[in-house]
C-alpha cells in the first residue's frame, strides 16, 4: 500500500499539475490502446502463428524453449513499439521538473524492467503451457492455485528482492524517528522488521512512503524525498495511514479479491481457448500461439472492473484514513503533508468526479482533507458536549 496514490488539497489545481496529469492519463490510454491493437492484429493476420514457428525453429523444437523464446519476441516487440510513449513519459517528468534521473540511468531502469518482466512473464506462462499439457479439463483450476501461490510469495519477498533492482535502500540513521514508528506499529499490532531509508531522490523529486512485504520482510521504507522535508509528526500521519491497511486487514481483504478476479480470469480463458479450438482458430489448446488471446481476455477483464476495483481501493484508503485520524495527537500533521504531497508530486487537487471515478484508486485529497478537518472539528467539540 502507497500512501501518495493520488494527492490534492481543498485548493483549486494549478493550471501545471492538471496539464501534467491530463497529459500523463491520455499517455496511459495511448499505451493501453497500442498494446490492445498490437494483441488484436496477432491474431487477426495470423503473424501470432509465424512467431510461434520462429519460436519452434530457434528452440530446436524444443516446447518448452520455444514457449520462452515466443514470449520473448512478444514482449521485445511490444516494447519497440511502446518505446516512444515511455520515452516520452520520461521527458514528461524532466519538463515538469519531477525527474532527477539522466538518460543513461532511465535506460538502465528501462532494460531491468524489461528483463524483470521477462522472468516473471516467463514464470507464469510457462506455468500456464505446462498444465495445459498435463491436464487440459483442468489446467485452469491448478494453474489458478499455483498462480496465487506465486502471487502471495511476491509480495513477501518484493521488499528484499525486486525493489533493491531499482532502488537503494538503507536502514534509517535517524534513531529518535525509527524508534517513534515502531512504536506506532507496535500499537496498530504489526511487528515491523526494519525501518529503512528509500534513496528516491535519485531518480524523483516526488515523495512517497510505505509498509511493504509480509511477515518477516515487513518493513518500513520512506523517501529520502519525504524524510528531509516533512516534520516527525508528518511523516508519522503517513505512516499511520499505512498501518491503517493492516490494521482494517486490507492486504489479506486484497489477496481474497485478487483470488477471485484471478480465478474468474482463469475460468474465462479456459472458456476462450476452447471456443477458439472449436472454432478452428487453433489445433489445440497448448498451441501457444493463442497467448495473444489469452492477454486480450485478461486486458478486457481487467478494464471492465476497474472502475469497482477503484472503488474498493478508494474504500480501504477511506478507512486507513480513518485509523491515521485516531493515532495521531492532532489531524493538523495528516493535512499538512497531504498538501505538501499535493504541491512536491504536483497532482491534482480537486479532479473531476468522473476522473476520479475512472481513474483513481485513491479518493481525492479535497475530499480527505475535508474528513481530517471534520474529525478534528468533532474531536474539539466532543470534549465540551
Known amino acids: 500500500m502507497n500512501f501518495a496514490g493520488s494527492t490534492s488539497s481543498n485548493h483549486d489545481d494549478s493550471p501545471e499539475a492538471r496539464r501534467y496529469n491530463r ?48 514470449l520473448f519476441f512478444l514482449l521485445l516487440i511490444g516494447k519497440v513499439l511502446g518505446f516512444g510513449l515511455d520515452y516520452y513519459g520520461f521527458q514528461l517528468e524532466r519538463r515538469f521538473q519531477l525527474s532527477t534521473q539522466k538518460f543513461r540511468a532511465w535506460i538502465w531502469d528501462e532494460a531491468k524492467s524489461f528483463l524483470v518482466g521477462l522472468g516473471m512473464g516467463a514464470i507464469v506462462v510457462e506455468l500456464i503451457y505446462f498444465m495445459i499439457r498435463q491436464s487440459p479439463q483442468h489446467w485452469w483450476l491448478i494453474t489458478w492455485a499455483l498462480f496465487m501461490g506465486l502471487f502471495i510469495l511476491l509480495a513477501q519477498l518484493a521488499p528484499v ?8 535502500f538503507e536502514p534509517l540513521d535517524n534513531e529518535d524517528l525509527r ?38 520482510t515487513r518493513r518500513i521504507i520512506l523517501a529520502d524525498t519525504l524524510l528531509d522535508n516533512y516534520a516527525p509528526e508528518e511523516i508519522e500521519a503517513v505512516l499511520a495511514h499505512e498501518l491503517g491497511h493492516h490494521v482494517h486487514r486490507h ?46 481476455a485478461a486486458t478486457l477483464l481487467s478494464l471492465l472492473l476497474m472502475p469497482a476495483l477503484n472503488a474498493f481501493s478508494r474504500y480501504n484508503e477511506r478507512q486507513a484514513d480513518r485509523y491515521a485520524f485516531e493515532s495521531i495527537v492532532s489531524v493538523e500533521p495528516f493535512i499538512s503533508s497531504m498538501n505538501k504531497l499535493a504541491k512536491q508530486n504536483l497532482a491534482e487537487r480537486t479532479p473531476s468526479r468522473w476522473i476520479e471515478l475512472l481513474f483513481h484508486s485513491h479518493p481525492a485529497i479535497s475530499r480527505r482533507v475535508a474528513a481530517a478537518e471534520e474529525w478534528g472539528r468533532a474531536q474539539s467539540i466532543g470534549p465540551q458536549a
Do not use: C
Open 23 to 70: 497529459i500523463h492519463r491520455w499517455l496511459g490510454i495511448a499505451d493501453f490502446v497500442i498494446g490492445s491493437v498490437f494483441l488484436i492484429v496477432l491474431l487477426i493476420t495470423g503473424w501470432s502463428g509465424w512467431l510461434r514457428d520462429l519460436a519452434l525453429r530457434r528452440g530446436f523444437q524444443n516446447y518448452t524453449l520455444a514457449v520462452f523464446l515466443y
Open 161 to 168: 528482492v525486486l525493489l533493491p533492482i531499482f532502488y537503494k
Open 251 to 296: 492486504i489479506l481483504k486484497s489477496i481474497l479479491v485478487q483470488a477471485g478476479i484471478t480465478l474468474l480470469g482463469f475460468w474465462i480463458a479456459n472458456f476462450v481457448l476452447h471456443y477458439a479450438v472449436d472454432h478452428h482458430m487453433f489445433e489445440e489448446l497448448s498451441d501457444f500461439a493463442n497467448l495473444p488471446l489469452l492477454a486480450v
Open 179 to 216: 524508534r517513534r514508528l515502531v512504536q506506532l506499529g507496535e500499537r496498530a499490532g504489526t511487528r515491523v522488521r526494519g525501518v529503512y531509508r528509500w534513496k528516491l531522490s535519485e531518480k524523483s523529486k516526488k515523495a512517497n512512503a510505505a509498509l511493504t512485504g509480509l511477515g518477516s
